[in-house]
């Protein structure tokens, strides 16, 4: 079992940049494949990024490449997601995922969700 807490959302400017935190309780943390998710109102939940469990793999859809990086510190429980150079169309909840072992781009294969984090946007 996984206990998943998202931090670090908040209203921001364009331009502006963000880190996302989340926590996630129990031991074999270090075993699953991470992903962070968003889900703006009337929209379905997509895929933002994924990593593996050591890290070594990752990967970002066409539309926060270059702008967004997740990682992961095993050590502390905890994977990240540093947003720079936001736009307004990042706006969204934003949700982390667990899932054990490989790495998956949909949302149907992660076992474990947190709560959510809202980052908004202004122009």
């Known amino acids: 079992q996984v206990q998943l807490v998202e931090s670090g959302g908040g209203l921001v400017q364009a331009g502006d940049s963000l880190r996302l935190s989340c926590a996630a309780s129990?031991?074999?943390?270090?075993?699953?494949?991470m992903g962070w998710f968003r889900q703006a109102p009337g929209k379905e939940r997509d895929l933002v990024a994924i990593?593996?469990?050591?890290?070594?793999?990752?990967y970002y859809v066409d539309s926060v490449k270059g702008r967004f990086t997740i990682s992961r510190d095993n050590a502390k429980n905890t994977v990240y997601l540093q947003m720079n150079s936001l736009k307004p169309e990042d706006t969204a909840v934003y949700y982390c995922?667990?899932?054990?072992?490989?790495?998956?781009?949909?949302?149907?294969?992660?076992?474990?969700w947190g709560q959510g984090t809202q980052v908004t946007v202004s122009s």
């Open positions: 995922a667990a899932r054990p072992q490989t790495i998956s781009v949909s949302r149907y294969d992660y076992d474990y």
């Open positions: 129990g031991r074999t943390f270090s075993s699953y494949a």
């Open positions: 990593i593996s469990w050591n890290g070594h793999s990752t």
